[in-house]
Nanobody, 117 residues
Framework: QVQLVESGGGLVQAGGSLRLSCTASGRIFSSNVMGWYRQAPGKQRELVASSTSGGVTNYADSVKGRFTISRDNAKNTAYLQMNGLKPEDTAVYYC???????????WGQGTQVTVSS
């Protein structure tokens, strides 16, 4: 079993910044992928950014240059630094982790990010 606890969401004006944190506990494989997904009302959940335990990162085109994912592997913690926020970034943001060789993700409870115009 894997548990994920997210924090850092909130309300911010357009152009502002937020930093999300996610700490994983339980059965965590040393070789893993941690990611941030988001789901806006009426839309499908989408990948925002991911990072392997080896430091390989991947970003959605819509957030490239504005968001940065980072990790502290010793703490099983991932961060998502979000700069230049736009109203279209408003969503529930979910942290997720999976073993590098696996396909299924374990999910956090989600944290709301609201960007006002």
């Amino acid at each position: 079993q894997v548990q994920l606890v997210e924090s850092g969401g909130g309300l911010v004006q357009a152009g502002g910044s937020l930093r999300l944190s996610c700490t994983a506990s339980g059965r965590i494989f040393s070789s893993n992928v941690m990611g941030w997904y988001r789901q806006a009302p009426g839309k499908q959940r989408e990948l925002v950014a991911s990072s392997t335990s080896g430091g390989v990162t991947n970003y959605a085109d819509s957030v490239k240059g504005r968001f940065t994912i980072s990790r502290d592997n010793a703490k099983n913690t991932a961060y998502l630094q979000m700069n230049g926020l736009k109203p279209e970034d408003t969503a529930v943001y979910y942290c997720a982790v999976r073993a590098a060789a696996a396909f299924s993700w374990s999910w956090g409870q989600g944290t709301q990010v609201t960007v006002s115009s």
